[in-house]
């Protein structure tokens, strides 16, 4: 029998007086957000880092302590699957500030979204999250141009019920520095040109969510061609704050009313989450095969005419 292979290298840094174990030699280790991005050039997996010399970062005080903003990732696939809900249950789920944003009278949006990090600031690491679209601050009952206007120029709005994550590090600064529900969990994605599986594992070992689907045929596109944007919303210290996500999308398709879809609930945090939406039909599988992504802290933003 092979001997178990040894437990990787691991260092403790601190994060606003929290310690955490992030690899030993991996690019928080040697650059603690300050990457040097012709170090990354370098890596086989990175096609490129030109999308990242125009975005300068910024150091600021933050929950987790002095910190450089945005936060890189420099190689990422993800899927999203987007699937009916009734209005009124995705309305119970969220604060009283924040409204669904509908297809149709009586009728929202949720998704369901899986990330696969390859090469970035903090490491590698995978994540899953269960969001509600929502309509955008300030906008008023706009629902369905927002949508019309959100899907042409990828640029929308949601809360996030679970967001799930397979590193410390990654929970610590998503959780007290961005004000997102997130937890370490065991948790697989997988996403090629042929296929996109994921698994998320509860509290026992035992499967919360997973999911297997054939990848949309993928389109390829030059750096910078195609820049999407998702605002998401989250309270700090009882405080609104909006967290800007810009993709630099590489190579991505999409199916519409996609079949074929093998989505498993189980026991755990997000299938209880996804049940209680009631979520009737998948009208849209989006996976990006090859993307990168700048990702901000939060800022505070006034809420109070949404309603």
């Not at 030699?25 to 096609?47: C, H, I, K, Q, W």
């Not at 929502?134 to 141009?145: E, F, K, N």
């Amino acid at each position: 029998m092979a001997a178990p292979s040894p437990a990787p290298a691991t260092v403790d840094v601190d994060l606003g007086g929290r310690t955490v174990a992030v690899p030993a030699g991996g690019l928080y280790d040697r650059y603690r957000m300050a990457t040097d991005l012709d170090e990354v050039a370098r890596d086989p997996r990175v096609s490129s880092v030109d999308f990242f010399r125009g975005l300068p970062k910024s150091r600021v005080e933050s929950p987790i302590g002095p910190t450089l903003t945005p936060n890189f990732y420099y190689r990422i696939s993800t899927a999203r699957v987007t699937m009916l809900a009734p209005a009124r249950t995705l309305r119970s789920r969220l604060p009283a500030e924040l409204a669904p944003l509908e297809v149709a009278p009586g009728v929202g949006l949720v998704s369901l979204m899986l990330f696969r990090y390859d090469v970035c600031d903090i490491d590698f690491y995978t994540e899953a999250g269960l969001g509600i679209a929502v309509r955008p601050a300030r906008h008023g009952r706009l629902g369905l141009v927002d949508l019309v206007a959100g899907l042409k120029n990828d640029h929308l709005h949601t809360y996030v019920l679970s967001l799930p994550v397979s590193s410390e590090i990654a929970q610590v600064r998503g959780h007290d520095g961005y004000g997102f529900p997130k937890w370490v969990t065991g948790l697989d994605v997988g996403i090629d040109d042929r296929r996109t599986t994921a698994r998320v594992a509860n509290d026992d070992g035992g499967t919360d969510v997973a999911l297997a689907a054939a990848t949309p045929r993928q389109r390829t596109r030059r750096s910078g061609e195609h820049v999407a944007t998702l605002t998401s919303y989250t309270t700090i210290a009882g405080d609104w704050h909006a967290t800007q996500s810009q993709v630099n999308v590489l190579a991505t398709g999409s199916r519409s009313l996609p079949r074929g879809i093998d989505l498993r609930l189980g026991a755990g945090r997000v299938s209880d989450d996804l049940r209680s939406l009631s979520p009737t039909r998948a009208v849209r599988l989006d996976v990006m095969t090859e993307g990168q992504l700048a990702l901000h802290l939060p800022v505070p933003t006034s809420m109070k005419e949404i309603r």
